[in-house]
């Protein structure tokens, strides 16, 4: 069992920043991947931000590339998503969350094929 605490989440204006946390605890080490989600109300989960367990490779979502980097400090057990150059199309829900199975191509946009998921953290972005 892997559980997942996000933290991090609030309002902010157009062009902001915000680094959302994600604390990750029990059995980490059969974790391949970790990644970041959003959801809006009536909406599917969206994957921002994948990072391979260990910071060996990282993934983005064209919509935020160049302005969401996803790292991890592997010694905290903290992963975490910088947000810059916020736009209010980035309000929602983010979700934290981690896999054991190995994924290929852009199989890691599916939330489908994540096992352990946080309570998730608000993201508000004003204009």
């Known amino acids: 069992q892997v559980q997942l605490v996000e933290s991090g989440g609030g309002s902010v204006e157009f062009g902001g920043s915000l680094r959302l946390s994600c604390t990750v605890s029990g059995d980490t080490s059969s974790t391949k991947y970790l990644a970041w989600f959003r959801q809006d109300p009536g909406m599917g989960r969206e994957g921002v931000a994948v990072i391979v367990n260990g910071g060996r490779g990282t993934e983005y979502v064209d919509s935020v590339k160049g302005r969401f980097t996803i790292s991890q400090d592997i010694a905290k057990n903290v992963v975490y998503l910088q947000m810059t150059s916020l736009k209010p199309e980035d309000t929602s829900m983010y979700y934290c969350?981690?896999?054991?199975?190995?994924?290929?191509?852009?199989?890691?946009?599916?939330?489908?094929?994540?096992?352990?998921w946080g309570q998730g953290t608000q993201v508000t972005v004003s204009s």
């Open positions: 969350a981690a896999t054991t199975r190995q994924l290929y191509g852009r199989d890691w946009l599916a939330f489908t094929y994540f096992e352990y």
